[in-house]
């Protein structure tokens, strides 16, 4: 079952803007991970934050994980066209270290 | 170069005839599965392996199987394929609890 959704299903933003998504999942976790796709491709790990971590930050992505609520957010800042891309989380259940994936949101950014 | 090989990139087959997708890792990652991704659904796991002669079923196993006889390879199996498995494929292989690296992918329709 898909632990992980993430929202919004769709985000189209100007070159230069923040995008925000959103993933919220149901059960305790190990780990959560933001992955990229470019359309049709393989899926390329961004990063991975773990359940005593609350923020974490790689270039222009920033990750932060509230366990209370069960939800994690990427922020990618001054987004370029080449953001243009599926972005899905991964979450692994407490003890079990096999990832489960959302659906997705697909981010769309104009030049 | 670190990397999941996956083959075919494209297959075109008939339902009924049966087929095999090679996934093949140079990382000596014990943990590889697959998954199907199709429109609005993101990734579904087919199955998975937590090490040689180890595999379990994911959320959608049926018509489908797997062997892990060594650690590097993965292959999947369709017996009788049906055209309800057109669809992305999806091999990858992590450590225990790490990122995932994936495969390019296989685009199958079954007709």
Redesign the interface.
């Known amino acids: 079952?898909?632990q992980g959704e993430e929202d919004p299903q769709a985000l189209s933003i100007q070159e230069g803007e923040n995008a925000t998504m959103n993933c919220s999942y149901k059960t305790s976790i190990?780990?959560l991970?933001w992955?990229r796709q470019n359309s049709?491709?393989?899926?390329?790990?961004l990063i991975?934050i773990r359940s005593n971590e609350r923020e974490k930050h790689s270039g222009r992505l920033r990750v932060t994980l509230d366990t209370s609520k069960k939800s994690s957010s990427l922020l990618i800042t001054a987004s370029r066209a080449a953001d243009t891309a599926s972005y899905?989380c991964?979450t692994?259940e407490k003890g079990s270290?096999?990832?489960?994936?959302?659906?997705?949101t697909s981010l769309i950014v104009h030049p | 170069e670190a990397q999941v090989t996956q083959n075919p990139r494209y297959l075109i087959t008939v339902t009924g005839k049966k087929l095999t997708v090679t996934c093949s890792q140079n990382m000596n990652h014990e943990y590889m599965s697959w998954y199907r991704q199709d429109p609005g659904l993101g990734l579904r796991q087919i199955y998975y392996s937590m090490n040689v002669e180890v595999t379990d079923k994911g959320d959608v196993p049926e018509g489908y199987k797997v062997s892990r006889k060594e650690k590097r390879n993965f292959p999947l199996i369709l017996e009788s394929p049906s055209p309800n498995q057109t669809s992305l494929y999806f091999c990858a292989s992590s450590l225990e609890g790490g990122k995932l690296f994936f495969g390019s992918g296989t685009q199958l329709s079954v007709l």
């Open positions: 079952s898909q190990n780990n991970q992955y049709g491709r393989g899926l390329v790990h991975l899905f991964a692994d270290y096999i990832p489960t994936f959302g659906r997705g």
